[in-house]
């Protein structure tokens, strides 16, 4: 862009500010698109400007919203929906669309026009028409189904599942690990008091190792036993 | 005599021809002072806060004074580590279309701290940081932008504009390096409608009377940046010494160019097929017409009648 120009910009700005002695009103471009799930609410902000000089007063209402039959129509509430824009400055009125609770209605797409009319009294005595102006705003409603609750309850089913496999992993590895350092332990001592020849205590708490130690016992018998007969 | 006794008898004789010549030099062999000097200079180190270089401040209106901006609007200067006062001194650059270098609108567009203009050249804010210490060697101080009016016409979009700060101490003569945020600003799509004239008088009429399509209302969109659809709608004729004698609507009818014929007027707004195009920069106001016609049904009773007719801008 010329330099020149670019210079000239905020004086065509000011003098088109000024300029504007009646007053112009205007919105935020962009449809408002309200995607809401069954049985709940979604608001949006539409916004609105007054360029002008003077505050200006304000009534906004729904306008119109179609109609499909078999079907509950989805309630749409404006706040504020009257109220005064003060000049040179902007409002965000709420839109709040409430939806209805109905599985027939899930898919399904209202569209409407919601409408802003600037309130001013002229009165000229003669058959006329009073021109005054707003703004409208083309808005869509669509249904959409609650998240199911199937999917949720599998993932925690089996993150149970997974939690409750782990521990019982846990506390298995760890009782065989015990089981197996007794074991080794007792067998241990058994050898050293073989190697010592000290006479083997009674050792209750391991089973298979105490009938180990009686096959052992008895092979020692069976060899006394033996070297006896072989004295005779 | 032995090689140790000798090496030994070498030693206490090399520390005895020492001891001596310190004596000699006049040194005394206890409490020696090292006297250090060291010239501290003026230093100033200028940084932003989290050392933050983009701020996203909001969103703005063509044709507007923007002001509603959100807390990114506030800069923090700081000094960390230097040890003098420094006056924050500020310049920038135009604002710029990101997708569109060449779009751009002045720098004297921001105001900052309420009512300062910024410019492209270096300018003292009034606005010092103070000296850091030792105990507290970080200093700050905050640079407000207070407003940016976006001229007429330009297009929806991110605007960004470089603003660069650093510090100077007047008395020493000391600055800092210099330190440049990226300023970040959302230009909505905006339409505006402004009308002329307010009213349209048809005169006296008799019943049965067809006035035709030509009675002209103005429609400007001044400096906003996207085109929009004009909706209308209207309420029926009231006769103003009496409010309970009307007649239709639908006698009002409408079209964008002068005719015989137009459309019949309703009472919930409707599209008229009639656009204002989108303003631009270079274009900074666009413009359409719309044309009233009225029909006098037979046997209206006589009187002053008024009818309210409503123009929408939507987009």
């Known amino acids: 862009m010329n330099k020149d120009f670019a210079k000239l910009i905020p004086l065509i700005f000011i003098i088109f500010a000024f300029s504007i002695s009646n007053a112009q009103i205007g919105e935020i471009a962009g449809p408002l698109n309200f995607n809401v799930t069954l049985g709940h609410k ?34 749409v509430s404006i706040y504020p929906s009257n109220g005064y824009i003060s000049p040179r400055s902007y409002i965000n009125i709420r839109v709040t669309v409430q939806a209805p609770n109905d599985y027939r209605d899930v898919g399904k797409e209202w569209e409407g026009i919601l409408i802003a009319k600037i309130i001013n009294n002229v009165t000229y005595n003669a058959t006329y028409v009073s021109i005054g102006y707003g703004v409208a705003k083309q808005f869509s409603i669509t ?22 496999y782990i521990a019982y992993m846990i506390v298995h590895h760890a009782h065989k690990r015990r089981e197996t350092y007794e074991e080794e332990r007792y067998l241990k001592k058994h050898e050293l008091r073989n190697m010592l020849n000290i006479k083997e205590p009674g050792y209750s708490s391991i089973k298979v190792s105490k009938r180990a130690v009686k096959g052992k016992s008895k092979s020692k018998r069976s060899r006394s036993r033996k070297a006896s007969k072989r004295k005779r | 005599m032995t090689s140790t006794k000798a090496t030994a008898i070498a030693l206490i004789g090399l520390l005895l021809s020492t001891s001596m010549l310190y004596i000699a030099k006049g040194y ?5 002072l090292i006297t250090a000097t060291a010239n501290v200079l003026t230093a100033i180190y200028a940084y932003f806060a989290n050392n933050q270089t983009n701020y996203y401040i909001g969103t703005a209106n063509p044709n507007a004074i923007n002001s509603n901006f959100n807390t990114n609007s506030i800069i923090t200067i700081q000094d960390r580590g ?81 603003i660069t700060f650093y510090l100077k101490n007047y008395t020493y003569g000391t600055t800092s390096n210099q330190i440049t945020a990226n300023v970040i600003m959302y230009v909505n799509g905006v339409c505006y409608l402004y009308i002329y004239p307010n009213t349209i008088s048809f005169n006296s009429l008799a019943p049965g009377h ?9 429609l400007y969109d001044n400096g906003g940046n996207t085109q929009a659809q004009i909706f209308i709608s209207g309420g029926n004729w009231i006769n103003q010494a009496n409010n309970a004698l009307q007649f239709g609507v639908s006698n009002t009818t409408y079209n964008s160019i002068v005719s015989s014929y137009g459309t019949p007027l309703t009472s919930t707004p409707t599209p008229t ?43």
């Open chain 1, 143 to 164: 249904i959409s189904k609650p998240q199911s609750l199937i999917a949720p309850l599998v993932v925690l089913i089996a993150a149970i599942l997974i939690i409750a």
């Open chain 2, 28 to 32: 005394t062999s206890s409490n020696q």
């Open chain 1, 42 to 75: 979604e608001s949006l902000n539409w916004t609105i400007i007054n360029q002008g000089n003077s505050t200006l007063y304000y009534v906004a209402s729904l306008d119109y919203i179609s109609n499909i039959t078999n079907t509950t129509t989805p309630a």
């Open chain 2, 273 to 315: 097929g009639i656009t204002l195009a989108a303003p631009s920069p270079t274009n900074p106001s666009t413009s359409n017409s719309i044309y009233f016609g009225l029909h006098i049904p037979y046997g209206t009773y006589p009187g002053y009648y008024k009818q309210q007719i409503y123009l929408y801008t939507s987009c």
């Open chain 2, 82 to 162: 230097g040890n003098v006062a420094g006056n924050i001194i500020i310049y920038g650059g135009n604002w710029i279309n990101q997708a569109n270098n060449a779009l751009q609108f002045g720098v004297s567009n921001t105001i900052y701290d309420s009512n300062k203009v910024l410019s492209s050249t270096p300018t003292d804010t009034g606005v010092i940081v103070p000296a850091p210490t030792i105990q507290s060697y970080i200093k700050s101080n905050t640079i407000t932008i207070s407003s940016v009016s976006v001229p007429p016409g330009y297009p929806a979009g991110n605007y960004t504009q470089q």
């Open chain 2, 210 to 218: 067809y006035t035709p399509v030509n009675s002209l209302v103005s």
